[in-house]
């Protein structure tokens, strides 16, 4: 098999950067203007796609990622539970002061409570993305996408397909582009 030239090794060291033909095109070198159809081009290539199926394998080898890791951490995002990260009751009650008058009152809250980081499961840590400070001295929990990290999951097992039903008469117009003018 013929070796890929230096633009095409640069094009095939970008693309994987980030995924966009577009971008690893006009970083390896080839003009902005035709970068879009140089990375398609590149991307239907048999070198390039085999040139990029080896260094993904090296790369997959190198940081041990497996398709059963990447499926077991999508289960730890899809299937979490806030209720392992916090606790919260509606309608506690409470005697606090009033600030203008001093006299005691009854106050009813909510109350929500983080529980601690050394408390929760490492797959219940794993499913959070984010826990801030707010301006008003609460805290933020974020959770990774569910429903993107459920989606995922289902393509991976092929629960969703993508069906296209006609009916009726279609007529189906080809179209062929040439480069002679």
Known sequence: MAKLNAKQERFVAEYLIDL???????????????????????????????????????????????????VAELVKIGFSDIRKIINWRSNVTSMIEDEETGEQRMAVTNEVQLIGSHEIDDDTAAAISEISQTDKGGLKVKLHDKKGALIDLG???????????????????????????
């Open 20 to 70: 966009n033909a577009t971008q690893a095109a006009t970083r390896a070198g080839y003009s902005a203007k035709t970068a879009q159809e140089q990375g398609s081009r590149l991307l239907s290539n048999a070198m390039v796609q085999a040139a990029l199926a080896e260094r993904q394998k090296k790369l997959a080898a190198k940081f041990e990622l497996t398709q059963e890791r990447v």
């Open 155 to 181: 393509k991976h097992l092929g629960m969703f397909k993508d069906q296209v039903e006609h009916s009726g008469n279609v007529l189906v117009e080809v179209v062929r582009f040439s480069d002679a003018k």
